[in-house]
């Protein structure tokens, strides 16, 4: 049991007890903070899979050899508007590599759709006719930093959401439908 939790404190005769039944509590050691994605305990991956002709899973180092965009956005929250510069690889870059699958026909690719996944089973979808530059060509990005600082994990940034509904945080893997 940690005891040394800060703001937890114990009423006197709870701590006579705890001290009977379990003898002194072990002394209390700072816990080591972990920032940025280097100390990440799991590796940082994001796995390309659906409708693609070559499903891959990228490091984080792979995506950082990338050419690096920087996005500023500015979205609302319940505590009002927030303002973040994201820079990371272009979604369209990893989509493109990725190759994906059409059916025949004129235009089909435009049928694409992108789930993005969070590792808490968030799930988003973007239209492929948002990233194609000959359509809207927005720089939807996976970010793996946020003002200038490395995230803790990997989050996709969709520029012009209002509310960034479609961001998402830890994300794991994209899927092409």
Same mark, same amino acid.
């Given at each position: ?5 800060? !703001? ?7 701590? +006579?007890? &705890?001290?009977? #039944? @379990?003898?002194?509590? /072990? %002394? ?51 505590? !009002? ?7 990371? +690889?272009? &979604?369209?870059? #990893? @989509?493109?590599?990725? /190759? %994906? ?77």
């Amino acid at each position: 049991m940690r005891l040394c939790q800060p !703001g937890w404190r114990l009423p006197v005769g709870a701590a +006579a007890v &705890l001290l009977a #039944l @379990l003898g002194p509590p /072990a %002394p209390c050691r700072a816990q080591p903070v972990q920032a940025g994605l280097a100390a990440a305990a799991v590796p940082i991956e994001l796995a390309i899979s659906g409708r693609v002709e070559q499903p891959r899973t990228l490091a984080l180092a792979d995506l950082q050899a990338l050419p690096p965009v920087v996005v500023e956005v500015t979205y609302a929250t319940a505590r !009002g508007p927030q303002a973040a510069t994201y820079t990371g +690889a272009l &979604l369209w870059s #990893l @989509l493109t590599a990725a /190759a %994906p699958v059409d059916e025949p026909g004129r235009n089909t690719h435009l049928r694409h759709t992108l789930l993005a996944h969070g590792k808490d089973g968030y799930a988003v979808a973007v239209a492929i006719g948002e990233l194609d530059p000959h359509m809207e060509g927005k720089q939807v990005i996976v970010a793996y930093a946020q003002d200038g600082k490395p995230l803790p994990s990997l989050r996709l940034v969709v520029p012009g959401d209002s509310h960034a509904g479609r961001s998402v945080r830890d994300l794991v893997s994209i899927e092409v439908r």
